[in-house]
């Protein structure tokens, strides 16, 4: 028993076969852009973040600027209450 091949059936196979390869290809890159994408995202979420704590530690550094003016005057005054105290240990310790 003999078996017919019939070229023109199996060479349009192969184009449907390597359209389908290509458009999984295709795919495949499109699903990179989308993981390149939120990868800035996260970026951009980290940077905001890294914002947030500058804009913490200036709030910090100008509450400690108004506590310095604060015990300066009282040290002119001659005494020193307990928060000029914490202040000035958390300067020494951090």
Known sequence: MG???DWNCISMDFKVLRLGVSFGI???IR???GITRLIPASFGITRLRCVSLG???LIGVRVQR???RREAGRMREGHMDVSGFLYAS???FC
Do not use: H, M, N
Request: zero cysteines; charged letters at 20%.
């Open 66 to 68: 108004g506590a310095d």
């Open 31 to 33: 699903a990179s852009f």
């Open 26 to 28: 295709t795919r495949l």
């Open 55 to 57: 804009i913490t530690r």
């Open 3 to 5: 078996y017919v091949l």
């Open 90 to 92: 958390a300067d020494v």
